[in-house]
């Protein structure tokens, strides 16, 4: 068993960072008052669970193949964008996991990423 790249090692750090801000600006967003509460609430907490989904899975025991998490990524991208545009996510919110999805894309799409998660890392 090889080593993870750098590459997977970034990708990580970004379903990290995005897990905890979405928390983050979820707590400080947060309304008891609010007419659209239980919306709000669901599409911040699929963001936080898809971003701790794909930071589970780039680890030496993840199951999924590159294919799968690469989808699983452009999910985690699209979340927001339709939360922004349900006026359920604020958009500085929306734009961050946005460009924390697609750094996660980019650097798990590279060969010796992909040759890792596919055959490297079980």
């Known amino acids: 068993m090889e080593e993870r ?3 997977v090692i970034i990708a ?3 379903a990290a960072l995005g897990a905890v801000f979405v928390l983050a600006v979820f707590i400080i967003e947060f309304d008891i008052n609010a007419s659209d509460l239980a919306i709000k609430t669901a599409f911040y907490m699929l963001s936080f669970v898809l971003f701790l989904a794909v930071l589970g899975s780039l680890y ?3 199951r999924w193949p590159q294919r799968f ?3 699983m990524q452009v999910v985690c991208a699209m979340v927001p964008i ?3 545009m349900l006026e359920a996510m604020i ?3 929306s734009a961050v996991l946005v460009i924390l999805a697609f750094v996660m894309i980019v650097f798990t799409s590279t ?3 992909k040759r890792w ?3 490297d890392r079980i």
């Open 60 to 62: 030496e025991n993840g």
């Open 117 to 119: 998660i596919d055959s």
């Open 111 to 113: 060969h010796k990423a």
């Open 82 to 84: 339709i939360a922004f």
């Open 69 to 71: 998490l690469i989808f």
């Open 12 to 14: 990580s750090a970004a």
């Open 91 to 93: 958009l500085l919110c």
């Open 5 to 7: 790249p750098k590459n």
